[in-house]
């Protein structure tokens, strides 16, 4: 989680905001990808993921959920449409891109699922979508579209495993991520931030046809250095994209930071408690 994220001023509301996507990514990989580790532990526990496991990770990002899981054993595909991500995740774990703790067999996919298929390769035991839901107007649809192209990838009764944020009442963050609301307002962008609903996953795992079986909360504290290292960190999350379009980035950087002050610890550091849920559901 490292270089500064770089945006330009935007000449009007309503304009893409311009990103440094190459910072973005490592941002995210140096600072935030982490704080979803527990998560994944969680989840691999539970399911005894190992050397029996074919894993398929969509939206794997930056790789560390796959890197987990292959120092398990399993066999494990990632695919996701950010190049500037997939770089750094062959990095982690091709051999051929420098990596040193993947395994053999990974194969790293920059694109859709559908991409993944290769004449003869074993169908998926275990698909997983740690990219938390429910935080973002309309990002259940994207991750339904993720699930009707990746399910006939899958065997039968395969585990499929969605992530999303907990209640907004034990999520301290969710106070951080209303500035992603009060700053896109002028624009009511479907993309900007919403709490999460009790139902998120349940309806995403109906929409795709998928049998529900079981599901659990772990709690994923954000911490972070300082405060600079949070505002870069929760930024490459993309949840203020919406709120960047509509101000800019010094906008954006000063009502993070003002909105962060009540988490800052004495020694400079910051400390938000959070819960996320996941739901394990089951292919036809």
């Given at each position: ?266 020694d400079g550091t910051v400390w938000m408690p959070n819960v996320f849920r996941y739901l394990i559901a089951?292919?036809?």
């Amino acid at each position: 989680m490292t270089p500064t994220l770089v945006r330009q001023h935007l000449p009007h509301a309503g304009a893409a905001p311009r990103v440094d996507l190459r910072a973005r990514a490592r941002d995210w990989s140096e600072i935030q990808e982490r704080m979803l580790v527990p998560l994944y532990e969680a989840v691999y526990e539970r399911l005894d993921v190992g050397p029996a496991t074919r894993l398929l990770g969509l939206g794997c990002g930056s790789g560390l959920a796959l890197l987990m899981a292959a120092a398990r054993g399993a066999a494990v595909t990632g695919v996701d449409a950010s190049p500037e991500r997939m770089a750094l995740a062959r990095e982690r774990l091709l051999p051929e891109a420098g990596g040193t703790r993947g395994r053999a067999g990974t194969r790293l996919v920059e694109g859709s699922p559908r991409d993944t298929r290769e004449p003869g390769t074993p169908a998926y035991s275990l698909l997983t979508a740690f990219e938390p839901i429910g935080c973002l107007a309309g990002d259940s649809e994207g991750l339904g579209g993720l699930l009707t192209e990746a399910t006939p990838l899958a065997e039968r009764g395969a585990a499929v495993v969605l992530a999303g944020w907990g209640p907004p009442e034990r999520c301290a963050t969710t106070s951080v991520l209303r500035v992603a609301t009060k700053l896109a307002e002028p624009l009511r962008a479907s993309g900007s931030w919403r709490p999460a609903l009790r139902d998120d996953l349940e309806e995403v795992a109906q929409r795709a046809g998928l049998k529900p079986d079981g599901s659990g909360r772990v709690a994923c504290p954000f911490g972070y250095a300082d405060v600079d290292s949070a505002v870069r960190g929760l930024k490459s999350t993309g949840l203020f994209d919406a709120a960047m379009t509509a101000t800019d980035q010094v906008q954006v950087d000063k009502e993070l930071t003002e909105a962060l002050h009540p988490h800052q610890r004495r020694d400079g550091t910051v400390w938000m408690p959070n819960v996320f849920r996941y739901l394990i559901a089951r292919t036809p």
